[in-house]
């Protein structure tokens, strides 16, 4: 028996006998890991998605393809979440090119039914760095990290966890934390507790630099509760 299972046996037998008031298994709430080879878990998909085989696991893996400016329409990949408590998102993803100026390859956003703006949790902008909603002073995305932390053509495992209670959204790459924030659309506008977040996904743009598209892949995305 291994250490892990070892101490994951005392759990359960501690629990059995009283001494822990109950163990919280996160609940799932949503997965895909686009194996059918189509988006039928999601309720859309736009135009600029498409499946493909540069995958994680598996043979297929989710891939938004970019031309063009910045606003370039069809980018977003959309699964309504009728929940209001708190959860986590996490996958894998890898970028073709990594924007430049606040231009992003990646998106991660939350979506408020009723809301104009959006949660901007998590994008991969400005040569790798990551940053989110809010603005600053100068009108430039706030930053969760000052380096690099995403290397075009890599895989990398993300995961956003939008705390309700707190009223706050976290990061991690890699494993890595990067940072809280608090849980605000790109306006400024606070989300109440008892609003649902849906998941958003979309993809970047080349800011018209270069005659290669911009692709953005994801796989193995998984929403459970926190």
Known sequence: ??????????????????????????????????????????????????????????????????????????????????YTGSYRVEGWFKTTKLGTLTCSSLYILGEVPGKESLLYSLQVIEGGRIGYNQRNESGKHCLYSDEPVVRAGQWHRFAVCYDRDASTQSVWIDGRYLGTSLLRTLSGEPVRPDECISLRIGGGSTWGVGDEPDIAIIDDIRVTTA
């Open 1 to 82: 028996m291994s250490l892990k299972e070892y101490a994951l046996l005392l759990v359960v037998a501690a629990a059995l006998a009283g001494h822990v008031s109950a163990i919280e298994i996160p609940l799932l709430l949503f997965e895909d890991s686009f194996e059918t080879g189509t988006f039928e878990n999601w309720d859309e998909a736009q135009c600029r998605w498409r499946i493909g085989t540069d995958s994680h696991t598996g043979e297929y893996a989710a891939a938004c393809i970019v031309e063009g400016k910045v606003d370039a329409p069809g980018r977003a990949l959309i699964k309504t979440l009728d």
